[in-house]
């Protein structure tokens, strides 16, 4: 399978978690590994970045897991700005989860601050990669802004319906020149797997593996679902047809 | 000023009151079945018809808050800063006329309590006051928030109701949430119950949330004084008063807190006793009502309830609580607002949350989000 290039960053693992909601660190280490990631996002707020032993962080000391910190919690741009520096100079990292999500209810990120603060933290150095409506146009001016990829909803983050926006998802994938993120609802392995036979990147998943019964093996399934979905796309999938071949062809007379 | 209370006036409690008890199982049912629920649908929740449903409704309110919150409980610790006040309320160990030592800490008293509760794991802080505006006003909050700010990453404050600008100025200062609890929605009982003082003004108190909201401070708790009057309609009002809220301040997160009447120096009985199953039932109503509202439990709960709640849909515990002013270090055996029922440590109960399966979260904010 080919390998995901984000800003001239290889990966081997298409599949990004999430790090909150686990009911123990322990737990989440263990579904991180079994997930095969390579990418975990982490929220600036629920690092301790006073001591250097961080209950969060010290779970996450693997030699093949990159940290993705995000800006969850900020209502607008120029918070979002201010955690993203604060979280390069903690983390030691210029790769940032954009998240504004003014609203605490459904967590709906803002479109007009977040391309306000791509802008900005492009301009200051960072990888960014935005949360975002599935909205084709933004994806397309979020380029223009320098995002080094762009990180589409499924359906609102935490409800596990899986791909409602997916005719969204498929003309921002058609049209897109830098990595698409599938990101927020997918609920199970069928909607990862779904994501990346339209052609995804990436998926992000969190909720679904840390509430599961089983973390562990939930995220194992994940990283079957994103395998065989991305070799699926790879391969080509075959078309839907919702007819049979007609048995006398229109244009025949064109042979005669 | 266009607030809650236009439609506040719109209801009459008693109304209320015999619409949630003619709730019939059929509408219990409905409820339960719905994945959108209004607020008659709550109605029917917190209903005397519900309680055969209450096991039902717990394994419907575990699988909500696990979606939206994660298997998670957030940590706090409050800090009573002072307990001088000058309401009368028939209920509360702090009353003007209750003829105790009052208090109001230091500086360097504040910055010894505060050394305790880090010392204890806390990250998340409440300042606690009664109503006492010459000595304890907003100059002094912001005072003590700008002297323990770099060492919490969310405060929270439960004082006497401010004016929006004064809300805004401890946004500023870094005040992340403000609590005020209506105690009852009762009108006229609310009058019997706070006979004296700034706080006998009802609709002043119930405004309060609205000024709260304007000054765009991040959060915003409610509750009721459960013990006061009658629970379920009492319930009813605040879960409107949230609806109400949560449409017009977009931005704002809201909790809920379920105060339930305890034992203080000088106090009345309760007036309605709120059983275990009650508040189990209310809690799971509330989760099924409304999926991301934070829902907080205190130390004036038992161990024994304190074990149990976890995974039934609260989203925040206090531990190892004090009280009173200085409690922690300065003056431990000053007089205490209520008793605490549930004495264990923070670290107790940081183990029994993760013993329950559960991830106590210490640090869910940063200071630099402000």
């Not at chain 1, 962080?57 to 604060?86: D, V, W, Y």
């Not at chain 1, 001016?141 to 409800?159: F, H, K, N, Q, Y």
């Not at chain 2, 305890?262 to 039932?281: F, H, T, Y």
């Amino acid at each position: 399978m080919q390998l995901l290039n984000i800003a001239g960053k290889e990966f081997k693992s298409r599949l990004f978690l999430g790090t909150g909601k686990f009911g123990s660190a322990k737990q989440m280490e263990m579904a991180v590994l079994a997930s095969g990631s390579e990418l975990v996002t982490v929220a600036l707020k629920r690092v301790d970045l006073e001591t250097d032993t961080d209950h969060l962080l010290s779970h996450l000391q693997h030699p093949h897991i990159n940290l993705l910190p995000n800006t969850s919690g900020a209502r607008n741009a120029k918070e979002a700005i201010f955690a993203a520096q604060l979280a390069r100079e903690a983390l030691e990292t210029n790769w940032l989860k954009l998240e504004i999500h003014p609203d605490p209810k459904y967590l709906m990120p803002d479109a007009i601050e977040t391309l306000k603060a791509t802008e900005e933290l492009a301009k200051l150095g960072f990888i960014v990669l935005p949360y975002i409506h599935a909205d084709p146009v933004l994806c397309k001016r979020l380029e223009d802004a320098g995002t080094a990829a762009v990180m589409p909803l499924g359906s609102p983050i935490g409800t596990n319906k899986g791909l409602k926006t997916i005719d969204f998802l498929e003309i921002i994938i058609e049209q897109s020149n830098v990595p698409v993120i599938v990101d927020a609802g997918i609920g199970s392995p069928s909607d990862a797997a779904k994501a990346m036979e339209l052609g995804a990147d990436a998926v992000l998943v969190n909720t679904a593996i840390a509430v599961a019964g089983n973390p562990t093996s939930m995220a194992a399934a994940f990283k079957m679902a994103v395998e065989a979905g991305r070799m699926a796309y790879e391969s080509t999938l075959a078309k839907q047809l919702n007819h049979a071949m007609a048995s006398s062809p229109l244009t025949s007379f064109l042979n005669e | 000023m266009n607030s809650f209370k236009n439609i506040f006036d719109t209801y009459k409690w008693e109304d209320i009151k015999s619409s949630i008890y003619s709730k019939t199982s059929k509408d219990v049912e409905k409820a339960i079945a719905s994945n959108k629920r209004n607020l008659e649908d709550f109605k029917a929740l917190i209903s005397p018809a519900a309680v055969p449903y209450v096991e039902q409704m717990a394994q419907l309110s575990n699988a909500l808050t696990q979606k939206r919150f994660g298997k998670t409980i957030q940590m706090y610790a409050p800090m009573y800063l002072s307990n001088e006040c000058n309401n009368i309320c028939t209920y509360c160990g702090f009353s003007f006329d209750n003829k105790i030592k009052r208090k109001t800490l230091t500086d360097s008293e504040i910055l010894k309590e505060v050394e305790v509760i880090k010392n204890n794991g806390f990250n998340h802080i409440l300042l606690v006051t009664g109503e006492a505006n010459q000595t304890v006003h907003v100059d002094y909050f912001k005072k003590a928030i700008e002297l323990i700010k770099s060492q919490f990453a969310n405060i929270s404050i439960e004082v006497q109701p401010l004016e929006t600008d004064d809300y805004k100025t401890l946004h500023n200062a870094g005040v992340y949430s403000v609590l005020v609890y209506q105690e009852t929605y009762h009108q006229e009982v609310y009058k019997t119950y706070h006979p004296k003082g700034k706080k006998s003004n009802f609709y002043y108190r119930m405004e309060t949330p609205d000024r709260i909201g304007i000054a765009g401070i991040h959060k915003i708790g409610l509750g009721v004084l459960l013990g006061l009057e009658d629970w379920r309609t009492d319930s009813f009002f605040n879960t409107l008063h949230l609806d109400y809220l949560q449409k017009k301040y977009w931005q704002t997160k809201f909790s809920v807190s379920f105060p339930r009447m305890r034992p203080a120096e000088g106090i009345i009985e309760p007036n309605v006793i709120v059983s275990d199953k009650d508040l189990v039932q209310l809690i799971c109503a509330y989760r099924l009502f409304n999926e991301d509202v934070e829902l907080s439990i205190s130390t004036r709960e038992s161990e024994k309830f304190r074990n149990n709640i976890i995974p039934l849909g609260v989203t925040s515990m206090s531990a190892g609580s004090k009280t009173n002013p200085g409690g922690y270090a300065v003056e431990p055996n000053s007089l205490e607002q209520f008793e605490i029922s549930d004495e264990r440590s923070a670290q107790e109960i940081s183990k029994l949350i993760s013993e329950s399966g559960y991830e106590p979260v210490w640090k869910d904010w940063d200071k630099t989000l402000a």
